[in-house]
């Protein structure tokens, strides 16, 4: 892996706003600080990593997973319905997913899993789109920027071998230019026995590119989080760091016993699928939808939805969407954020290698 790109020392506390906009990181691996890990050390990490490496080996190599097959009658292959209702949005965990409120959503028809490389690639291949990790950066939006991060890149997890989770959470995101949907670890990194793995390093104009070529759309929250409800009208009910999940077991950030089979990405379909067959809802990667970003839900999630244009990054100051479902760095110790109802902001024009998406239809139910 190329040698991550220096911290920018901006004053203590929060850094500059020049910087923030894209380096700042509202990513799932969890914004909030909880005080519950502090100073966390070595304390026989090297006994672990020596009992757990052939595990850590196998997690690494699995490639693919084999989806369950489809009835050969389905209207839109590779997706599945989602019948509308009416349901409790929002939770209590953290202040952003509040108020709890009544909404209403029609049906609608999503992907069964996120968009993987290989779909991705398929679209690269077709149009020749370029996704924005892998253009120059727009000084325009970043005038401050420290010259490595005027690089095009992405910000990628390392994992540290001590944190504290008190401070700041470039122990243990870097950017590291040159890092892109291809390379999602970094120039030395490839996909080629990834496949099936979810798409990341992709920003928010990429992934509303992709999804336009499919003749789809990104899904809203309210969308989303009722897909990943599958049925379950009440708020709340799935507080528990779920089994079948991708998710962080361990010591975040720097013991990960892989309990649940993988270090970090798996291919997509690992795990079984929810009520209404979509798999990965939760966990894995983190997923864009529609939304602009709003603190909280005091606004009505229509009044926040995606303008019609997407080329929003032009004209106007970087803003940011609403990602939804965490990621294989939530844990419980640290980003409980493995809920239907989690969110959290995520910059349009940064990519990041836990952030990936899945498209919606509107088109008439089976």
Request: hydrophobic fraction near 40%; aromatic fraction near 10%; charged fraction near 20%.
């Amino acid at each position: 892996m190329t040698a991550p790109t220096p911290t920018p020392t901006p004053p203590p506390g929060e850094p500059p706003e020049s910087v923030s906009r894209r380096y700042k990181l509202w990513l799932g691996a969890g914004i909030a600080a909880i005080g519950l890990l502090f100073g966390l050390s070595l304390w026989g990490m090297l006994g672990w990593e020596e009992s757990n490496g052939s595990a850590q080996h196998a997690a690494l190599a699995r490639t693919h997973c084999a989806l369950p097959e489809e009835p050969a009658t389905t209207a839109h292959p590779g997706m599945v319905w989602v019948g509308g209702g009416r349901y409790e949005f929002g939770d209590t965990v953290y202040a952003e997913e509040q108020p709890v409120r009544m909404v209403t959503v029609e049906g609608f028809w999503m992907d069964r899993t996120e968009v993987t490389n290989d779909a991705f690639a398929r679209f690269v291949t077709a149009t020749g789109y370029v996704t924005l990790a892998e253009r120059p950066v727009d000084a325009r939006l970043h005038p401050n920027l420290p010259a490595d991060m005027q690089q095009p890149g992405a910000v990628v997890f390392t994992q540290p071998i001590t944190a504290n989770t008190q401070s700041r959470l470039t122990q243990w995101w870097r950017y590291i230019p040159g890092a892109q949907w291809r390379h999602p670890e970094g120039p030395n990194s490839n996909i080629g026995e990834r496949g099936s793995h979810p798409v990341v390093a992709v920003a928010f104009e990429d992934a509303l590119a992709y999804a336009r070529w499919r003749g789809s759309a990104l899904p809203t929250e309210v969308q989303w989080e009722w897909a990943a409800r599958a049925g379950q009208v009440r708020s709340g009910q799935d507080h528990a760091q779920p089994q079948a999940a991708n998710t962080w077991q361990g010591l975040f950030p720097v013991v990960n016993t892989l309990e649940d089979g993988f270090a970090q990405l798996a291919p997509v379909g690992c795990y079984a699928a929810n009520a209404l067959g979509l798999m990965d809802m939760i966990g894995n990667a983190w997923e864009l939808t529609a939304d602009a970003y709003r603190p909280d839900h005091t606004e009505a999630p229509d009044e926040v939805a995606a303008p019609a244009s997407a080329d929003v990054r032009r004209s106007v100051p970087v803003g940011q969407r609403v990602i939804k479902g965490g990621s294989f760095l939530c844990a419980p110790s640290y980003c409980k954020r493995y809920r239907s109802s989690a969110r959290q902001p995520q910059d349009e024009d940064l990519g990041t290698s836990h952030v990936g998406f899945r498209t919606i239809l509107k088109a008439p139910g089976p």
